[in-house]
């Protein structure tokens, strides 16, 4: 076992980069369905002509997840334990899993089996074959979910697309491959609050979607109720536009013109009718008004803040406590190198 107590990036042997695919597994407290996924995905890839590693990254779980994983990785020498001193929240577990992966390609995929195992080789055909560097899994349907669940869902990336420059993909998940080059694009980006798909998509490179239905849990409960989902959001927003703060800006200077009409007119009016006395009622609304403009603009102003706050401590994305390598079985067959897909396109 390797104790590593820093969040950097393992710097390992990079010649097998071109011999294994590489498939992340963040794990939270996901003990009810380890096994059976961890049977389908090894059902999967060994129905693939080239070796693989599995790297578990175990975010902090307070079950029995961690022995699971132990116990695979004795009967299962492809799986790779990436165990991390506490929990840091699923998008810095893909950094960590991310950082440890050697493979040509990368396949992100969660322990649920809401995303099934079965559609992984669907996601290896255009890397392998016409050089997709980003191959993302784009859901049809998302059974086992509330209609509330599906309408925020589809709001939100409608929402976020149309405030920011880029496009992040409708009705995606972190479930996809990504090439050699796109995951050292990726380990470049070292922000502390990370929108993962949004950094999908910011990365570039070409891109293409697979459908595919999603199926509902297999067991255990979602770890995202509606306030992580909305500070969730947040993140995404903040991160990748600044269109709140010119939201902000308008609005004030909306509020400000109508401010000068209406004083205008109040100036006019005991000018031409004489002093009056004006309602008390009416007063309120105003200063209320005022008040909780000022103090969403604060709220907005403190979100980027707070984030510029964070980045500027330049703490570690993560630390790990123990970290177990994988031992991919060695194959007569290479993994397909995309730059000789693209010369055969071209």
């Known amino acids: 076992m390797v104790n590593a107590g820093t969040g950097g990036a393992k710097h390992r042997d990079r010649g097998r980069s071109k011999q294994v695919i590489s498939v992340i597994v963040p794990v939270y407290n996901e003990e009810q369905v380890l096994a059976a996924f961890h049977a389908r995905l090894a059902a999967v890839l060994d129905t693939l002509p080239f070796p ?33 001193s506490r929990n ?4 810095l577990a893909l950094t960590a899993g991310i950082d440890h992966a050697d493979g040509a390609a990368v396949v992100i995929i969660d322990a649920d089996l809401q995303d099934p195992p079965e559609v992984i080789p669907e996601l290896i ?26 309408f925020t869902a589809y709001s939100f990336y409608r929402v976020i697309n149309w405030l920011s420059r880029v496009h992040v993909p409708h009705d995606t998940g972190d479930f996809r491959l990504l090439s050699r080059r796109a995951v050292e694009g990726l380990k470049e980006v070292r922000e502390h609050h990370r929108f993962m798909k949004g950094l999908f998509a910011w990365i570039g490179f070409r891109q293409i979607a697979v459908p595919y239905h999603r199926s509902p849990r297999a067991g255990g409960r979602s770890k995202w109720n509606y306030v992580r989902l909305w500070n969730f959001s947040l993140e995404g927003i903040t991160g990748f ?40 009622p009416s ?13 969403m603009t604060l709220g907005i102003l403190g979100e980027y803040v707070g984030r510029v706050f964070n980045e500027t401590k330049r703490r ?16 007569a067959a290479a993994v397909p190198d995309p730059d000789d897909a693209a010369e055969r396109r071209a």
């Open 125 to 150: 055909k255009p890397w392998a074959e016409e050089g997709y560097d980003v191959v993302y899994a784009q859901r049809r349907s998302r059974r086992g979910e509330s209609s509330l669940k599906r």
């Open 88 to 91: 840091f929240g699923k998008e």
């Open 52 to 84: 693989a590693e599995v790297i578990y990254v175990n975010d902090g779980s307070t079950d029995g997840s961690l022995e699971i994983l132990r116990d695979l990785r004795s009967r299962d020498r492809r799986l790779a334990i990436v165990d991390l």
């Open 241 to 280: 536009t600044i269109a709140p703060l010119k939201v902000a800006t308008y609005l004030g200077l909306t509020v400000a013109v109508v401010a000068i009409g209406f004083g205008a007119a109040i100036v006019w009016r005991t000018l031409v009718h004489g002093s009056d006395v004006p309602g008390y």
């Open 316 to 331: 570690p994305l993560y630390l790990v406590q123990d970290y177990v390598a994988a031992e991919p079985a060695e194959s």
């Open 283 to 295: 007063l309120m609304v105003v200063i209320l008004l005022f008040g909780g403009l000022q103090l």
